[in-house]
C-alpha cells in the first residue's frame, strides 16, 4: 500500500506551538511533494458565543492587519524551502474553520501542534487539536513541542 500526500494544512496561531509543527508540515511537504496550506483563523469569540456583541471595526481592522502580515512573512520564509506553499486567513471558530477548509480544500493531512493542556485548563478551554482529531475529514498529525523529535538540527 502506498500513502499519497498532496495536499497539508498547516493550522497556525503563531504559538511556539505552531511554528514547532511547521517544521513537521515543510518536512512531510517536501518528503512528498505535496503543496503546503497555512492557515491561519482570527478568532472572533464574540461572533459563535455573543452575537449581540460586536467588536469595534478598527479592532477588527487592526487584527486583520496584523495577522496578514505575519502569515505572509511565514509563507515567504517557507517559500523559500518549499515553493509550493499557500496561505488562508480567515474569520471565526478554528474548531470549525480548520475542519471546513481541510474539507473544502482536499487536504489529505493536517499537521498541527498542541499546547498540551492538562487538568482544569484543559477541562474548561478544551484542546482545539483533540476536537480536529476528531472531526477532520483526513489524518492529523499533532505535534507536542519538546517531545521525541524526528528533525535533526
Known amino acids: 500500500m502506498r500513502i499519497e500526500i498532496h495536499k497539508i494544512l498547516c493550522p497556525l496561531d503563531f504559538s511556539e506551538y505552531s511554528e514547532h509543527a511547521l517544521l513537521y508540515a515543510k518536512a512531510f511537504a517536501r518528503a512528498h511533494g505535496a503543496e503546503l496550506l497555512l492557515l491561519h483563523v482570527i478568532e472572533t469569540p464574540v461572533a459563535y458565543m455573543a452575537p449581540d456583541v460586536v467588536l469595534p471595526a478598527e479592532t477588527l481592522e487592526s487584527q486583520?492587519?496584523?495577522?496578514?502580515?505575519?502569515?505572509?512573512?511565514?509563507?515567504?520564509?517557507?517559500?523559500?524551502?518549499?515553493?509550493?506553499?499557500?496561505?488562508l486567513l480567515v474569520d471565526g471558530?478554528?474548531?470549525?474553520?480548520?475542519?471546513?477548509?481541510?474539507?473544502?480544500?482536499?487536504?489529505?493531512?493536517?499537521?498541527?501542534?498542541?499546547?498540551?493542556?492538562?487538568?482544569?485548563?484543559?477541562?474548561?478551554?478544551?484542546?482545539?487539536?483533540?476536537?480536529?482529531?476528531?472531526?477532520a475529514p483526513c489524518p492529523v498529525l499533532t505535534v507536542k513541542h519538546s517531545e521525541h523529535e524526528f528533525v535533526v538540527p
Open 64 to 87: 486583520r492587519v496584523a495577522c496578514t502580515e505575519k502569515l505572509t512573512a511565514m509563507a515567504a520564509a517557507v517559500r523559500d524551502e518549499h515553493a509550493a506553499t499557500t496561505w
Open 93 to 135: 471558530n478554528p474548531l470549525v474553520l480548520i475542519v471546513e477548509t481541510a474539507a473544502s480544500h482536499n487536504v489529505d493531512l493536517i499537521v498541527m501542534g498542541t499546547h498540551g493542556r492538562t487538568g482544569l485548563a484543559h477541562v474548561l478551554l478544551g484542546s482545539v487539536a483533540e476536537t480536529v482529531v476528531r472531526r
